[in-house]
T-cell receptor, first 118, second 111 residues
Framework: AQKVTQAQTEISVVEKEDVTLDCVYE???????LFWYKQPPSGELVFLIR??????QNEISGRYSWNFQKSTSSFNFTITASQVVDSAVYFC???????????????FGKGTKLSVKP | KAGVTQTPRYLIKTRGQQVTLSCSPI?????VSWYQQTPGQGLQFLFE???????NKGNFPGRFSGRQFSNSRSEMNVSTLELGDSALYLC??????????FGSGTRLTVV
């Protein structure tokens, strides 16, 4: 069965600190997709990144970076030099491939609430 | 390019009533999915529509239903509302293989 675990329920840091959000997933499929979304208080889920199971390259986008390791079934997310605007709930999600290779529905972790204090 | 539009943003209904929520996807996106978010259960998949056909369904009772129109707009309906149906309902649209874009959601309160 598919499952996504975000063990950290809440994290609080001071501005400019680096912070890593952990995500561990379970799936029997060899083709799958991993996502990170940010949910600010307004409620909308904001897409951050999508990775397919064949692409283990780490990715950096500005202050954000992602570490995908199939050997440990982890897809961790690091924010460098955090800012108050980064305060939000962050969700990791898994999508298995449908027949034909397209992405299936999202299975979400419980989320990690990040508070960045000035 | 307009994003995913969900209406209404807020809704208060009485137990036993029914409710219809609407979602307009990004232009050109043919897939629309619905998710329910509650503090206890988190984000859970309800169903997905593609080209007016339900392609996938989550583990929810038959009181939850949906449909998609020829212009890809989608509605979801919940009949015989229960207190536990109070949640944020999120709609996501997708162009096959390119991730999901979510709307701002409809916050439903059942009293």
């Amino acid at each position: 069965a598919q499952k996504v675990t975000q063990a950290q329920t809440e994290i609080s840091v001071v501005e400019k600190e680096d912070v890593t959000l952990d995500c561990v997933y379970e799936t029997r499929d060899t083709t799958y997709y991993l996502f990170w979304y940010k949910q600010p208080p307004s409620g909308e889920l904001v897409f951050l990144i999508r990775r397919n199971s064949f692409d283990e390259q780490n990715e950096i986008s500005g202050r954000y970076s992602w570490n995908f390791q199939k050997s440990t079934s982890s897809f961790n997310f690091t924010i460098t030099a955090s800012q108050v605007v980064d305060s939000a709930v962050y969700f990791c999600a898994l999508s298995e491939a449908n027949y034909g290779g397209s992405q299936g529905n999202l299975i979400f972790g419980k989320g990690t609430k990040l508070s960045v204090k000035p | 390019k307009a994003g995913v539009t969900q209406t209404p943003r807020y809704l208060i209904k009485t137990r036993g009533q029914q409710v219809t929520l609407s979602c307009s996807p990004i232009s050109g996106h043919r897939s629309v999915s619905w998710y329910q978010q509650t503090p206890g259960q988190g984000l859970q998949f309800l169903f997905e529509y593609f080209s007016e056909t339900q392609r996938n369904k989550g583990n929810f009772p038959g009181r939850f239903s949906g449909r998609q129109f020829s212009n890809s707009r989608s509605e979801m309906n919940v009949s015989t509302l229960e207190l536990g149906d109070s949640a944020l309902y999120l709609c996501a649209s997708s162009q096959q293989g390119n991730g999901y874009t979510f709307g701002s959601g409809t916050r439903l309160t059942v009293v």
